[in-house]
Structure formats: C-alpha cells, structure tokens
C-alpha cells in the first residue's frame, strides 16, 4: 500500500514535485544540444519577446524575495513591500538601459569595460561580480530552504543541497539557452507560486477587513511609509542605489542581450520587470494576512518561516497544492540561480581566464566556464549556510553591485572619466562602505542626523550601524567625488578607444547582425551620427528617440497604476 506521507507531504504533493524536478532537468540536458562554442554557452542572442519576458522574470523574480517582503511585512507592515519595491521606481529605466546593452555587442559587462577602460578594470568587475552572486546565490538559497523546511520535513541543509544538484545539472550543460527556456516554464510556476496561497490566507482572516480588526497598531501596519524606519527617505535612497547598481548586476546583460533585437532586450527587460513588481503585491498581503492569523492562533512564529508555514498550514489540506507550491517555488529560485551561475562563470573565463590563457580551443573555454560555474556555486552554498537570516543577506547584496556601478555611469556619460578613476571610485566606494560598519566612525555620529526621524546611527542586535539609507549616501558620494577628482588628475583614454566606445553605444543593432568578436562593429556597419544633449562638452548624454521617450513614459504610467491599485486595495 502506498504510503500517505512522504517527508511531512502527502505522495500526490511528493509525486507532482518530483514530476516537476525531473522534467525541468531533463528539458535543460536537451538543451545542451544546442552547445557548440562559448558564444552559444554564454550569450546565445536568438530569442523573442515572449521568451525574453519571462527571462527578465524568471531571472529577477525569485522565491528568497517573497520570503524577505513577507518577513519584513510580518515585523513592520505594509511598509515591508518596499524591500522589492526598492527596484520599482528603477524599472521605467529599463526601457532604457536594455538597448545601450544590446548595442555594446558584448558576451559580459565585463567586455563593456574593456571596451571603455581596459582589461584592468574588467577583472576587478569580474571578482566583484562573482562574489556579487554568488551572495545572491546564497541568499536565494537561504531563504528558499526556510520555505521547505517550514512546508515540509526536509532539513534545511538537505533542501539546499537538492536544489543545487538540480540547477547545476542543467545550466553546466546547456548554458544561457537552457536557462531562458526553462525560464519559460518556470516564471509560469513562478506566478502560481505567488498567488497560489493568497486567497486561502485572506478567507481565513476574514480578508482586508479581518485583517485591520485584528493587528495591533493598524494604522501604522497599514502605512506604506513608517517614519524613522521604511520612510521615504528610505525608499528614496535605496531606489537610486539599485537604478546605480543595475547595470553592473552581471546577469544585466543575458537579460538585455540575449534577444534577437534591441525591442526584444527591452520588452523582456522592462515588461519582464514590472509582473514581478505585481507579485511583490501578494507576497505583502500575505505577510500581513500572517501577522493577523498567528495573533487568532496565539502563535509566535520567526519571520523567515513565515511563508512557510503558511503554506504548510492552508495548502497540504488539498493533496497535490502543496507539492505545486513547492514546485513553484523551486521554479522561482532554480531560474534566478541558473542565470547568475552562468553570468559569474561568464565573467571569469571571458574577463580573466580567456585574457591570460590565449590561443586555446573553444572545447577548452568551455569546460573552463563549467568549472567556474561549479566553484561560484559552491561559495554562494558556503554564503546560506554562513548568513544568519534572509534580510541580513539580501542588505548585503543591495551594497555590491553599486560599487562598480559608479564607474560604469561615470564612463557612460563622461569621456574624461579614466582608468585609474574607474578603480578609485570603486575602492572608495568599498573603503566608505568598510567605515561605516566600523564603531570608531559610528559612535561619533549618534544623535546628529539633521532630521530627528532619520538617524545616522542605529542600535540593531546590540551593536551600533549606520542606517542603511545614510550608509548608502556615504559610499555613493565618496566613490562618486573620488572617480571624479582623480580622473581630473590622470591620463585620459585614448581618444580613438573612446570614439569606439560612444560608436558602439549609439548604434543600433541591425536585423540578422552577426557579431565576430564583442565589443565591436561588424564589419559593413556604419556608426550612427553623435547625437547628445551639449555636443560642445566632454558629456555623452545622448537625445533620446520617440520611441525612448514613450516607452519611458510607458513605465511610468504602469508603475503608477500599480501604486493607486495596490493603496486602493489595502484602504479602509
């Protein structure tokens, strides 16, 4: 006789797990078929909207996120949803980004640098790279493992162990194309997952109103900013980090550039964005929904459980849900991971490994990426079980990218921007960051904030920090002023590697363009026109088309309508 339970699940939610886990896999083997060179491994370029849309998803949408806002509602309240929608006032941008990207023809941001500073400069992108995802890696890893062990009786360790097997398998195989085809898939699952548990949660607590009648303090609970805390100050600061760090994100690129056209990159990216941004909203609701059925329960729960014991709770008691949840769920996390694995191994063996050790067979380039890919994802395990909860490790993934993302906007915008002011604001920027954990800076700062309800100085977990918002200011503004100031004192770049630089950013890519070597105009190609905002200046601002414009505007109406919705659902 069949048993009923099968580590704490009934065997329909085992079987439609296993079901998932196995098909996923053997789709992203198939895909290795498709494997030839580094090129087709890395940056595959083949792709259309709809696939592009659910990669820029699947990519930026994963289940570490929904545990964060849902522990994060669960302490403080609606302002909570800000801890993903930090990036929403970011995604109008996107429009914007995604072709500048697509045109630099590039496999990495790595060969961005190259083709703006020089190999010097993409190799400190590449180690700060990895070591960027690899920590969100681990993050994703942590958080999803607390999911399962809520929901089920698998121990934590195990759960991160048995995703990354998965993962692993196929994305050593086949590459950015197994990645985004099984993106596909799982940003489907990923939508399910994020809704799924919603109502269940709502009925239970008698919905919104239910919800007001029974948490303590509603008015502030219900409040999307909390002075002192998630303010707008918070949110303002924390917004123009992530638009900094965006760009310098390594997996950026897959998702601007792996499309067939610049329109492909940019409805991916942007559109691809903003469904995330509309299941922030549930996974917001259902930390608060938690909030009040813990309190009619008399249970005091940790907030990283908190998702999953929700779906333990209102889930399990349909044979079947609960293993769809949990598929879900490992859809969310397996297609974030695949890509990140892929753009760190991408950076070290084109942006350190390929520049050291030339004139060697693609087989070999190859088989180099795998083993990054493997050693990447081993550090970001090492990171999950380091960390002590979701939040603590998703601030510290806030900080990374920004860092080299102040000299990649320098070199953007400005020509006069150098090498040596590419390193400088980098280190410091990581110098800024260093301090300001450091008590000996900290102790003289308590108290003297200009505004009462935003301190420069924090107690948390009985040590002094900078609060977050003000760390942020101070790393950004001390790597900006030193890119600056020693870029005024050094050897510019050449001109001539300059003009190929601003060429590649401003011209568009041909239909059925085929790319010979990154960072380079295909031969045939002519250079568009310079078109910028002060044509007599040393700035490369370029005047954007109508079709930038509109799209930007687009965005913009979106992430509005998003915002009234979501105030209108949660008002009294």
Same mark, same amino acid.
């Given at each position: 006789?069949?048993?009923?339970?099968?580590?704490?699940?009934?065997?329909?939610?085992?079987?439609?797990?296993?079901?998932?886990?196995?098909?996923?896999?053997?789709?992203?083997?198939?895909?290795?078929?498709? *494997?030839?060179?580094?090129?087709?491994?890395?940056?595959?370029?083949?792709?259309?909207?709809?696939?592009?849309?659910?990669?820029?998803?699947?990519?930026?949408?994963?289940?570490?996120?929904?545990?964060?806002?849902?522990?994060?509602?669960?302490?403080?309240?609606?302002?909570?949803?800000?801890?993903?929608?930090?990036?929403?006032?970011?995604?109008? &941008?996107?429009?914007?980004?995604?072709?500048?990207?697509?045109?630099?023809?590039?496999?990495?941001?790595?060969?961005?640098?190259?083709?703006?500073?020089?190999?010097?400069?993409?190799?400190?992108?590449?180690?700060?790279?990895?070591?960027?995802?690899?920590?969100?890696?681990?993050?994703?890893?942590?958080?999803?493992?607390?999911?399962?062990?809520?929901?089920?009786?698998?121990?934590?360790?195990?759960?991160?162990?048995?995703?990354?097997?998965?993962?692993?398998?196929?994305?050593?195989?086949?590459?950015?194309?197994?990645?985004?085809?099984?993106?596909?898939?799982?940003?489907?699952?990923?939508?399910?997952?994020?809704?799924?548990?919603?109502?269940?949660?709502?009925?239970?607590?008698?919905?919104?109103?239910? =919800?007001?009648?029974?948490?303590?303090?509603?008015?502030?609970?219900?409040?999307?900013?909390?002075?002192?805390?998630?303010?707008?100050?918070?949110?303002?600061?924390?917004?123009?980090?992530?638009?900094?760090?965006?760009?310098?994100? %390594?997996?950026?690129?897959?998702?601007?550039?792996?499309?067939?056209?610049?329109?492909?990159?940019?409805?991916?990216?942007?559109?691809?964005?903003?469904?995330?941004? &509309?299941?922030? *909203?549930?996974?917001?609701?259902?930390?608060?929904?938690?909030?009040?059925?813990?309190?009619?329960?008399?249970?005091?729960?940790?907030?990283?459980?908190?998702?999953?014991?929700?779906?333990?709770?209102?889930?399990? *008691?349909?044979?079947?849900?609960?293993?769809? &949840?949990?598929?879900?769920?490992?859809?969310?996390?397996?297609?974030?991971?695949?890509?990140?694995?892929?753009?760190?191994?991408?950076?070290?063996?084109?942006?350190?490994?390929?520049?050291?050790?030339?004139?060697?067979?693609?087989?070999?380039?190859?088989?180099?990426?795998?083993?990054?890919?493997?050693?990447?994802?081993?550090?970001?395990?090492?990171?999950?079980?380091?960390?002590?909860?979701?939040?603590?490790?998703?601030?510290?993934?806030?900080?990374?990218?920004?860092?080299?993302?102040?000299?990649?906007?320098?070199?953007?915008?400005?020509?006069?921007?150098?090498?040596?002011?590419?390193?400088?604001?980098?280190?410091?920027?990581?110098?800024?960051?260093?301090?300001?954990?450091?008590?000996?800076?900290?102790?003289?700062?308590?108290?003297?904030?200009?505004?009462?309800?935003?301190?420069?100085?924090?107690?948390?977990?009985?040590?002094?920090?900078?609060?977050?918002?003000?760390?942020?200011?101070?790393?950004?503004?001390?790597?900006?002023?030193?890119?600056?100031?020693?870029?005024?004192?050094?050897?510019?770049?050449?001109?001539?590697?300059?003009?190929?630089?601003?060429?590649?950013?401003?011209?568009?890519?041909?239909?059925?363009?085929?790319?010979?070597?990154?960072?380079?105009?295909?031969?045939?190609?002519?250079?568009?026109?310079?078109?910028?905002?002060? %044509?007599?200046?040393? &700035?490369?601002?370029?005047?954007?088309?109508?079709?930038? =414009?509109?799209?930007?505007?687009?965005?913009?109406?979106?992430?509005?309508?998003?915002?009234?919705?979501?105030?209108?659902?949660?008002?009294?």
């Amino acid at each position: 006789m069949l048993a009923t339970q099968i580590f704490g699940m009934h065997w329909l939610d085992a079987a439609v797990l296993a079901a998932y886990l196995v098909g996923i896999t053997v789709l992203g083997l198939w895909m290795a078929r498709r *494997v030839h060179s580094t090129a087709d491994f890395f940056m595959p370029r083949r792709f259309g909207k709809a696939m592009m849309i659910m990669h820029g998803f699947g990519t930026g949408t994963h289940s570490d996120q929904a545990v964060n806002v849902a522990a994060k509602t669960y302490t403080v309240g609606l302002s909570g949803i800000w801890y993903q929608w930090l990036w929403l006032f970011c995604t109008p &941008f996107y429009w914007l980004i995604a072709p500048v990207m697509r045109r630099f023809r590039a496999t990495t941001t790595g060969d961005v640098f190259v083709a703006r500073f020089g190999p010097s400069v993409a190799m400190l992108f590449a180690v700060i790279g990895m070591f960027d995802l690899m920590i969100k890696l681990g993050t994703m890893l942590k958080a999803s493992s607390a999911v399962i062990a809520a929901s089920t009786s698998f121990d934590e360790h195990v759960a991160v162990a048995g995703m990354t097997v998965m993962f692993v398998l196929y994305g050593m195989a086949g590459g950015l194309s197994a990645a985004i085809v099984t993106d596909f898939i799982q940003g489907v699952l990923t939508i399910v997952f994020s809704f799924l548990l919603l109502p269940f949660v709502l009925s239970a607590v008698g919905g919104m109103t239910g =919800i007001r009648q029974t948490v303590p303090d509603p008015k502030g609970m219900f409040s999307l900013v909390a002075p002192g805390g998630i303010g707008v100050f918070y949110v303002a600061i924390i917004a123009f980090n992530a638009l900094v760090g965006i760009v310098t994100q %390594p997996h950026t690129m897959g998702n601007c550039a792996a499309g067939r056209t610049e329109t492909d990159g940019r409805i991916g990216f942007m559109v691809g964005s903003l469904l995330k941004r &509309f299941c922030t *909203v549930a996974w917001c609701l259902t930390g608060l929904a938690a909030v009040a059925y813990f309190i009619q329960q008399d249970q005091t729960v940790e907030a990283d459980a908190v998702y999953g014991l929700m779906a333990k709770t209102f889930l399990a *008691v349909v044979p079947g849900l609960l293993g769809i &949840f949990l598929a879900a769920l490992l859809a969310s996390v397996m297609s974030s991971c695949d890509s990140f694995m892929l753009a760190s191994s991408a950076l070290f063996t084109e942006n350190v490994y390929r520049p050291l050790v030339k004139g060697r067979s693609e087989r070999h380039y190859l088989t180099v990426g795998r083993i990054t890919a493997l050693v990447v994802v081993a550090g970001g395990v090492v990171f999950a079980y380091w960390v002590r909860d979701v939040i603590e490790a998703l601030e510290i993934f806030w900080k990374i990218s920004p860092m080299m993302g102040i000299a990649f906007w320098l070199g953007l915008f400005w020509r006069r921007t150098t090498v040596a002011g590419a390193w400088a604001a980098t280190l410091a920027a990581l110098g800024a960051w260093w301090l300001s954990t450091q008590a000996f800076f900290l102790a003289p700062l308590q108290g003297a904030s200009p505004w009462a309800d935003v301190p420069f100085v924090v107690l948390k977990n009985g040590s002094l920090e900078m609060f977050l918002p003000w760390q942020m200011v101070f790393y950004l503004s001390v790597g900006l002023a030193a890119g600056i100031l020693v870029s005024l004192f050094t050897r510019p770049v050449d001109k001539e590697k300059l003009d190929r630089f601003y060429e590649l950013a401003r011209t568009p890519v041909a239909s059925g363009e085929q790319i010979a070597q990154p960072c380079m105009l295909p031969a045939g190609v002519t250079p568009a026109p310079r078109r910028v905002l002060l %044509p007599n200046s040393s &700035f490369e601002i370029p005047i954007p088309s109508w079709t930038s =414009i509109l799209g930007f505007l687009a965005g913009w109406a979106v992430v509005g309508g998003i915002i009234y919705g979501f105030i209108a659902i949660t008002a009294p």
